[in-house]
């Protein structure tokens, strides 16, 4: 990438529209970038937390001083860092996109950042003290195989786009997104194109008084792209979900015009909100019956990495990290479709796989089913993880834990802690959220901290993904 040149000054960040208290001002120096990717300075020595600034910056910043922290907005840039650089994307300057938090980093600052990240978080929160973890890095750009955007109605007519990183209640119009897949980018371009022509109505939502009306749209890669996939992005097929809204009188009619205005469209899915008992709107996970969807629709609903390439060797690593463990039976926590439980049965391991999504754990159980006799020694349960370890037929020595955001629940920590388990002898955790991780590292006093390794699922942001292997004390 090339290098921004020194410059004296940057516009000032509009302060957010919901900011009430009193801002100070001050000259700081920025030390780190912090779990989200705001960089960190200190002012009177209280932590100043300052969105697009980079290790090295000295920056003028109006700050609001908040409990333990400030939180702050550059005035001027004085001083630029050495690792700081022109951002590729309009978007994140012009519109204050949200998507990124550290395009105006050089990659070798990117990656050392969500590396100390890491280790901060894992010291802080979960208070063991780890050396810095390696990270397993990829493409940079274009590497997204899911792009997922606000639907906001304007008028008569529908813009979308993301929200901008300092007002969460502004979406912006997208025009392209660099980390996208070309695919993605240009199948939105056609959608917005049916978009701005305002003829084909999307669901009705809820009225404007009631508060901004949108809706969720999801355009998803069909089929991975690791290095076995084409570079062609008119190869590349894409599946879109449309969420939210209550009815949808033209969704035939605008199911065909996508298609029409875009050959990679290969389907189209709604998943309307529904009214719940006490009347208030929820997403429904599903709009039917399992039985109601082919096998294409279940893909394109279901959960998966947004980085496959990254994701593959990932998956190579928790895999060869069970392995070595020489298992007698494995639980894999948090399932979802299936894939490292097909692996392992495949490998000779039984394993007791738990999903709660219906479809994850249908699409688990059917790949358990065509491993044939490898897999007939292995099951899966539906139901959350919380409840499934507390069965009595639960005797497994090794776990594999890859819970959401919100990590793992506290009954699951409990569990592994109880004396009842001291059969288990190894977790391997793969988390995508380090504070989760790290506290739930702390409520695991029972088991030391053997390795760990961060993958680089999401260059241009501040996230970061981590295997963890935890071993039993004494074990």
């Known amino acids: 990438m090339k290098r921004r040149p020194p410059r004296k000054a940057a516009r000032a960040a509009a302060p957010s529209r919901t900011q009430r208290l009193p801002e100070a001002v001050q000259t700081l120096s920025i030390d780190r970038i912090a779990a989200g990717g705001d960089g960190v300075g200190r002012a009177d020595g209280l932590a100043v937390f300052v969105p697009r600034t980079a290790p090295g910056d000295v920056a003028q910043v109006a700050y609001v001083t908040h409990a333990r922290h400030g939180r702050g907005r550059i005035l001027q840039l004085l001083t630029p860092s050495p690792h700081r650089v022109a951002p590729s994307c309009v978007h994140y300057e012009r519109d204050r996109c949200g998507g990124c938090q550290l395009q105006h980093l050089d990659a070798d600052a990117q990656q050392a950042a969500r590396r100390q990240i890491v280790q901060d978080t894992v010291q802080r929160i979960g208070r063991r003290e780890i050396p810095l973890p390696t990270l397993d890095t990829g493409e940079s750009w274009g590497y997204r195989s899911r792009l997922t955007l606000t639907l906001r109605r304007s008028g008569a007519r529908w813009i979308g786009g993301l929200h901008a990183h300092d007002d969460p209640t502004r979406v912006f119009a997208l025009e392209t997104c660099l980390i996208a897949h070309p695919a993605l980018v240009s199948a939105w371009g056609s959608i917005r194109s049916l978009l701005r022509q305002g003829t084909l109505s999307l669901p009705a939502v809820p009225d404007e008084r009631a508060g901004a009306p949108s809706l969720r749209l999801s355009l998803r890669l069909d089929g991975d792209i690791g290095a076995n996939a084409t570079a062609d992005p008119a190869e590349r097929g894409v599946r879109v979900v449309m969420e939210g809204g209550s009815v949808w009188p033209q969704q035939a009619e605008w199911t065909e015009a996508v298609r029409r205005a875009d050959a990679r469209v290969q389907g189209v899915w709604w998943t309307p909100s529904v009214t719940g008992d006490a009347g208030a709107a929820t997403r429904r996970d599903q709009p039917g019956p399992v039985a109601d969807y082919l096998p294409q629709a279940r893909e394109a609903l279901a959960f998966a990495q947004v980085n496959a390439a990254i994701a593959a060797r990932l998956r190579d690593m928790v895999f060869e990290a069970v392995q070595q463990l020489a298992p007698m039976r494995v639980l894999d926590g948090y399932a979802g479709t299936g894939l490292l439980a097909e692996r392992l049965a495949l490998s000779g391991v039984p394993v007791v796989a738990v999903e709660a999504d ?118």
Not at 438 to 453: F, I, K, M, Y
């Open 358 to 475: 219906a479809v994850g754990a249908e699409s688990a159980a059917a790949r358990l089913a065509q491993a044939g006799d490898a897999g007939s020694r292995s099951r899966v349960v539906c139901d959350l993880m919380e409840r499934a370890v507390a069965a009595p037929d639960m005797a497994v020595d090794v776990v594999v834990l890859n819970p959401p955001r919100r990590g793992v629940h506290a009954d699951v920590t409990s569990w592994l802690e109880s004396p009842a388990q001291r059969r288990v002898r190894a977790v391997v955790y793969v988390s995508c959220d380090p504070a989760t991780l790290a506290r739930d590292l702390a409520r695991l006093p029972s088991w030391r901290v053997e390795r760990v390794h961060c993958f680089d699922m999401f260059p241009q942001t501040a996230h970061v993904e981590t295997v963890c292997v935890l071993h039993r004390e004494n074990a």
